[in-house]
């Protein structure tokens, strides 16, 4: 159980284009969902919490027009990075939390989604 | 905010010597501690944790200590094998209503064979 998947695993595009990213929790409903971002041999930094139905949380130097969150079900969040630049390169990684799963406090992640910007 | 300390960045052991990562959190009301595995290019997957009503934990080769008067905590791998090499995280939350996870820096562990 606590399955998270993410979809595409792999995304190139060109400076200035939009990407869309998605993060389903196969076998739980989750009712967190958070994004982290990861450079290469550096740790996990969280971007934004998102809960189903509610604005997201982002954290602080986060630009949240440019790192759109929806979260609108309890197993689907989504993460789309407008106007993509090559800083904007990275490993794009999901996790959820579901209460009764474990702890209400343990985060499964997903895959990840390795995004290049040419 | 919180603030979390891990030591060493990098540490290389011999196959089946023990080895052990240690971490430190500045915010005394955190009381969940996981610690995540991840090899190059894969999610991290969670291998053990602890919250702050006990003081150890142990799982197979696997245990956990937690000192929260010192506030920090430590992970401890025995018998060492050469698929133990990945980067291993140490958290820590002060739970609320999201249980938003602080990482240390992560430790590169090399178990030579």
């Known amino acids: 159980g606590a399955v998270v998947s993410q979809h595409p695993s792999r995304v190139i595009c060109k400076s200035g284009t939009s990407v869309k990213i998605e993060c389903r929790s196969l076998d739980f409903q989750a009712t967190t969902m958070f994004w982290y971002r990861q450079f290469p041999k550096q740790s996990l930094m969280l971007m934004a919490t998102?809960?189903?139905?509610?604005?997201?949380?982002?954290e602080q130097g986060v630009e949240k027009d440019k790192f759109l969150i929806n979260h609108a079900s309890l197993t689907l969040s989504t993460l789309t990075v407008t106007s993509a630049h090559p800083e904007d390169s990275s490993f794009y990684i999901c996790?959820?939390?579901?209460?009764?799963?474990?702890?209400?406090?343990?985060?499964?992640f997903g895959p990840g989604t390795r995004l290049t910007v040419l | 905010g919180e603030n979390v300390e891990q030591h060493p960045s990098t540490l290389s052991v011999q196959e089946g010597d023990s080895a052990v990562i240690k971490c430190t959190y500045s915010?005394?009301?955190?009381?969940?501690f996981p610690w995540y595995k991840q090899e190059l290019g894969k999610r991290p997957q969670l291998i053990i944790d602890i919250r702050s009503n006990v003081g150890e934990k142990k799982d197979q080769r696997i245990a956990v200590t937690l000192n929260k008067t010192a506030k920090h905590f430590s992970l401890h791998i025995t018998e060492t094998q050469p698929e133990d090499s990945a980067v291993y995280f140490c958290?820590?939350?002060?739970?609320?209503?999201?249980?938003?996870?602080?990482f240390g820096k992560g430790t590169l562990l090399t178990v030579n064979p």
């Open positions: 915010d005394s009301a955190s009381n969940y």
């Open positions: 996790s959820a939390t579901a209460p009764g799963l474990a702890g209400a406090d343990t985060q499964y």
């Open positions: 958290a820590a939350s002060s739970g609320g209503s999201n249980y938003k996870l602080t």
């Open positions: 998102s809960n189903e139905g509610s604005k997201a949380t982002y």
